[in-house]
């Protein structure tokens, strides 16, 4: 049985950058699970003592110390909670300090630069981007295609909509996506809608028992969902990517975060906005 720890994200923010920090740190140790605790809006000493309470409640009922992932522009603050039983990880502590000291200069120490509504322009580019990937999924709108950055094909529950929204929202980007069905698969040429777009289409490509899983859920014991048809349109879809010229990405072992970042790195798209 795997060791089991509790692990805080604790910020005076919304606490997505001590997330999604602290996460890609604690998916280095393959032994542990941890059950993840978010408290965001920690703002002020009222609010730390709390959190501290809960930590120490933490602490008390696992018998051992939780780890803290933090993300604190208030030093005050950041002192109440350090004072927790706990492992403190404090990522603006860690880093502010050698920037300043390598810029000569000290850092606004601002609450929500990271996160907050300062850069009007990029907020409303994911806003209208997140609409366009929703807007055009699944193959909905085919019409609009003219706008896309880029046009994600793949079978059925391959991660094309779950990707495609993943880079609206980080980065502005433009992302449809195309299902491909049986009929698309036994013709074994692009899909009339998408073909005028070749220079913007990527693949997606999974394993077919890992797309048997998938689909079991989703549909149990069905054609769907049988091993069978996961494995033919798989190697039927990798195919026409090789025949079309398609470039493609196998996208069993990889997280949405990385699937995104290969397919702009691989078709040369830019970030509209930074993260």
């Not at 923010?13 to 998916?27: D, K, N, R």
């Not at 008390?60 to 208030?74: L, M, Y």
């Not at 709108?141 to 706008?147: A, L, V, W």
């Not at 014991?221 to 195919?239: H, I, M, N, P």
């Amino acid at each position: 049985m795997k060791q089991r720890r509790t692990v805080f994200f604790v910020s005076d923010q919304t606490g997505v950058t001590a997330e999604t920090m602290g996460h890609s740190l604690l998916t280095q140790f393959d032994s542990l699970e941890f059950s993840p605790v978010t408290l965001p809006f920690i703002s002020s000493v009222d609010k730390a003592r709390d959190a501290v309470n809960r930590i120490n409640l933490a602490a008390q009922e696992q018998g051992a110390r939780p780890v803290v992932f933090a993300t604190f522009v208030d030093a005050e603050v950041r002192d109440v909670v350090r004072t927790a039983r706990c492992l403190f990880l404090d990522f603006f502590d860690a880093f502010l300090g050698p920037l300043e000291r390598e810029f000569a200069e000290l850092s606004t120490h601002a609450l929500g630069r990271a996160h907050g509504v300062t850069d009007i322009r990029a907020y409303a580019l994911r806003i209208n981007a997140t609409n366009f990937a929703l807007a055009n999924d699944d193959g909905a709108h085919t019409h609009d295609y003219e706008r896309a950055d880029l046009i994600l094909l793949g079978v059925s529950r391959s991660g094309k909509t779950p990707t495609c929204v993943y880079m609206a929202m980080q980065y502005g980007t433009f992302a449809a996506n195309y299902p491909l069905t049986d009929e698309d698969l036994l013709d074994g040429r692009l899909p009339p809608a998408v073909a005028p777009f070749r220079a913007r289409l990527f693949g997606l490509t999974i394993a077919p028992d890992r797309l048997q899983q998938i689909r079991q859920e989703r549909r149990p014991d069905s054609r769907y969902a049988s091993l069978q048809q996961c494995d033919w349109e798989v190697r039927t879809a990798e195919r026409m990517f090789a025949k079309e010229g398609v470039p493609f990405l196998d996208t069993t072992e990889c997280s949405i975060e990385e699937i995104a970042a290969r397919v702009l790195e691989r078709l040369g798209i830019p970030r509209r906005v930074r993260p």
